[in-house]
């Protein structure tokens, strides 16, 4: 069986922690690992890493490969897609590449930021749907509902699929209810919510986009045409332009509307595995440890007398008093308060904030990069300070600015400095500054993270005011 892990979602309802450059699968929220970690790890006693593949947004590609390096993931296996087009596009785009390699090869879409308690019948319930795939049915796995939730899609169980126990025809795809119909979904029983976990024939889901959603199916063999693998370190994946602007020209479907809704072959496997979604704060109250009051807390908080709340808290203290039934998300740059029964309305605070073009609507104060990451600590009109760590073995690029100055002062690893034709190597407490126009790289040759503070001096300071002239991630 392959895999098909789709991790393009911006997770717009778990702000301040989830951003546009590092969304809810990039985060760790419940488990060992980040979300899109502990999806792969619960896929592995099934679906082998060299079956894998991912799909994401362009700007999340290098964070997903490095996050998914330790389980030896192949980064030409990750599809950095150059655009939103739901969930139809990108699972074709995927069904041809696995279906171009393996005729009849049963592929398995998985969302990566949902949360699965028991994965022991989760990986019974694949084996099933496996089964039904092979005889060409598209399978979708639906979660017994135990509360009437109008958050969720619904589907209808059908008649029993001959000679398949407990696998049945789905008799009717239902958007989200109203509060009354939820409730009678819930009394009837013949009803369960549609998780996104799908399990096909790679053919078979070609056969069905052919003829349910032919404008899509149709630019498959094209766009799979107009793959190349990025220039730089970590290459992944991704469209040239002629790819980009069909990607983007197509219609933005879920697979559901597209096929699923439409198709005869669909069949239900009902999967009792303690799934939750997780696509809210108040979410966690279904997959997370709390305390004697009700309570779920972490990082560094102080509660008192407060009840059935949930506080998200990072390196600084966080001390509440008397709160019920309350949201509280502490990060370095942003705070989020809101009565718990608000969490879904988080997502219309992320469109106020990109509506009026603050910054924190998309980027933490701690910003990814290839080689590392940078966080600003200060800054006034003509500075800008900021730490900057750079991981064993990388470097940045190599690179100019027109319009400052910088000072580096290592304080903790060594640095190697490139300026202009010398080479400088620093220990910590030890600093070089970068004139204006200056060719310049910074490197860390040591086996220990390199943690440096820099101070910009100018009159423009941000990230336009830098000139590439050679890179080892392919960005000039």
């Keep these: 069986m392959y895999g098909v892990i789709l991790a393009g979602g911006s997770g717009t309802r778990f702000w301040p922690v989830s951003r546009e ?14 979300m899109i970690q502990n999806t792969v790890q619960r896929l592995l006693p099934l679906v082998p890493i060299e079956k894998m593949y991912v799909g994401t947004h362009h700007q999340q590609a290098l964070e997903t490969l490095r996050q998914l390096d330790s389980f030896e993931f192949s980064s030409d296996h990750l599809l950095a897609e150059p655009c939103s087009r739901n969930t139809a596009v990108a699972i074709g785009v995927m069904a041809k590449i696995i279906a171009d390699k393996d005729a009849d090869a049963v592929m398995a879409v998985f969302p990566a930021d ?6 022991e019948n989760f990986i019974k319930v ?23 939730e109008t958050g969720f899609g619904y589907l209808k169980q059908g008649t029993e699929i001959n000679s398949f126990k407990e696998s049945y025809h789905v008799e009717q795809f239902v958007e989200k209810p109203d509060i009354s119909t939820a409730k009678k979904y819930l009394e009837l029983g013949a009803y369960f919510w549609n998780c996104g976990v799908f399990v096909w024939k790679a053919a078979t889901l070609l056969e069905e986009l052919q003829k349910h959603a032919p404008d899509i199916h149709s630019q498959l063999t094209t766009l799979t045409g107009c793959l190349q693998k990025s220039s730089g370190k ?17 219609p933005s479907l879920s697979i559901d509307y597209a096929v699923m809704e439409k198709s005869s072959k669909v069949a239900l496997v009902p999967a009792n595995i303690g799934w939750s979604d997780v696509g809210s704060w108040n979410a966690l109250d279904d997959v997370c440890e709390k305390d004697s ?23 600084r203290l966080v001390a509440i008093l008397g709160l019920n039934d309350t949201v509280v998300v502490d990060t370095q740059d942003a705070l989020l308060v809101c009565a718990k029964d608000k969490s879904q309305d988080v997502k219309k605070i992320v469109e106020s904030l990109n509506e009026k073009g603050h910054s924190e609507g998309k980027l933490h104060a701690t910003v ?20 900057i760590e750079v991981l064993s073995g990388e470097a940045l690029s190599l690179q100019s600015h027109q319009h400052r100055s910088e000072h580096w ?9 490139d300026r202009d034709e010398e080479t400088f190597n620093l220990k910590v407490n030890e600093s070089i500054t970068i004139p204006k126009n200056a060719r310049h790289r910074l490197s860390n040759p040591g086996s220990e993270l390199l943690i440096l503070f820099e101070i910009q001096f100018g009159n423009l300071l941000d990230e336009n005011d830098i000139m590439r002239h050679e890179d080892r991630y392919g960005r000039c």
């Design 234 to 250: 970590l290459a992944h994946l991704e469209m040239n332009e002629k790819g980009c602007e069909i990607f983007s020209s197509l």
């Design 293 to 315: 009051s009700g309570n779920i807390l972490t990082g560094n908080v102080l509660a008192r007398d407060c009840n059935n709340s949930i506080v998200h808290g990072q390196n």
């Design 368 to 387: 990814k990069k290839p080689w590392g990451s940078y966080t600003v600590l200060d800054s006034g009109p003509d500075f800008l300070l900021k730490r």
């Design 21 to 34: 450059q590092s969304p809810k699968q990039l985060q760790k929220f419940v488990g060992s690992g980040t």
């Design 114 to 119: 949902h949360v699965v308690a028991n994965s």
């Design 126 to 148: 694949l084996q099933k749907a496996k089964s039904l795939a092979l005889k060409d049915f598209l399978v979708t796995l639906g979660i017994p509902p135990t509360r009437p």
């Design 409 to 417: 002062t290592v304080a903790s690893g060594s640095a190697k400095v």
